[in-house]
Structure formats: C-alpha cells, structure tokens
C-alpha cells in the first residue's frame, strides 16, 4: 500500500497541501468503488484469490485415510506429510492451517469426514463478506474551502510557521530513501565513452572519453 502511495504521488508530492490532499483522496475514492465493484461481482464464499487456493485441497484430500481421534481432533494419513487436525480450534501439525487460516489439504479431509463444511473452518476475513465490509464506506471529497464548516477554535488558533534550516548546496533530492533492506541497483558507467549501462570492455564506441587524460600534441 505504502508502496503504491508513492509511486501515486510522484508528480504531485510538490503540490500545496489542500491540493495535495485532493489528489490522494480522488485515487483513493477511485480504488474503493474499483474494489466494491469487483467485491459484489464475487459469486463464490471467499475471495477469488482464496477460492483458487482452496479448490486444488478438495482433490488432493480425495484418497486420504482418515480416523478420529475424540469429538474434534482426526488423524489424517496420506500424502508426503501426515497430520493432526483440530476442527475446533482451527489447527494442524503441519502448522500451513494455522498460520494461512485456509484448512489445508488434512484439515479438509477431516472435515469431509466430520460432515462440516470446509468453508466454515476458513478465516472470515477471506469471506466475500468481509471483502465488502472492507470497501463499504465511501471516501467523499471535502468540496472547496470557502464551504468547510471550520471550528472557530481551529480558526482563532495561532500556528507559528516552521523553522526554516539552513539551505543546502546544490539540487534538493527528490526521490524517496529506500527501505530497510530495499537494494537498489547501481547502473554501470562505461570508463572508456562515461556512457551508462555498460562496462569498458563491452563499449563498442570509437572515441573513448578524455575526462582526466593530460592534453596531447600541445604546441611547444
């Protein structure tokens, strides 16, 4: 999210507040209706994302031999890897149930055998439901300044501006520091024509670069 934020706001991070402002919450109000749109389209329990990764499990369960172990917990064998599952508290001993909170291929071949629907051990949030919720509301724009209904504490506030530093030499920079552990390619600059993009040895031009070369064939 973070990410698309400031790809978003490239050309706009030089803007004055009020328009700034503007333009973050027309895109925002554009991916929220985007996303209720495709959010009521949905036709499955979950979303399409999860539905995709659940389907394969029902088929792969196919074959398993299962026993039961007490009123919730099923001892599923078969496959490169055996579990333990427990339909109440959501759970296998292979840990991809616990951690994802989509049953895995043990967890709904033990509800195949409980006679459970496998979409009731789903997490509610992968839900189309909870989709819809999360998209719910509509971001409206805050319409033109001369109409905001502004408390008059905010107006009579005193807010003194900031300080100013000290300028800098040379051009301000303008794009963003990377993250912690983000690595950002160097391009490589060619010593023989000061081109970027490869190296000296691969360089297929006929003059080489003088940058730093004493001048030659100079009169005596």
């Known amino acids: 999210m973070v990410e698309s934020l400031n790809s978003m ?3 706009a991070r030089d803007f004055p507040y009020v328009a700034l402002l503007n333009v973050i919450q027309e895109k925002m109000s554009k991916w929220w209706n985007d996303r209720r749109i495709v959010a009521t389209a949905i ?7 999860r539905e995709s990764e659940l389907r394969p499990r029902f088929a792969q369960s196919n074959g398993r031999h299962t026993s039961q172990l007490n009123p919730i917990t099923y001892h ?13 508290n959501k759970t296998c001993t292979c840990k991809e149930f616990d951690i994802d909170k989509l049953p895995c291929v ?5 509800a195949h055998h409980a006679q459970v629907s496998v979409y009731s051990l789903v997490s509610p949030y992968y839900t189309k ?13 805050v319409g033109s300044q001369s109409q905001w209904d502004v408390p008059n504490e905010v107006v ?6 900031r300080e100013v530093k000290e300028k800098k030499r040379g051009r301000p920079k ?11 390619k160097r391009k490589n600059r060619c010593g023989k024509c000061g081109a970027y ?5 691969k360089c297929n031009s006929q003059t080489g670069s003088t940058e730093g070369n004493p001048p030659t064939n100079v009169p005596g």
């Open 197 to 201: 993009g490869h190296y000296k040895k």
């Open 9 to 11: 706001l490239v050309n």
């Open 174 to 184: 303008t794009s963003r520091f990377p993250s912690v552990g983000e690595f950002r």
């Open 76 to 88: 599923v064998k078969g496959g490169e890897l055996e579990g333990v599952v427990d339909i109440f």
């Open 43 to 49: 036709t499955t329990p979950l979303t399409p994302s």
């Open 129 to 141: 439901e909870y989709y819809l919720l999360a998209y719910g509301e509509t971001i409206y724009p």
């Open 106 to 110: 043990h967890a709904v071949a033990a």
């Open 156 to 161: 009579t506030r005193i807010v003194l501006p």
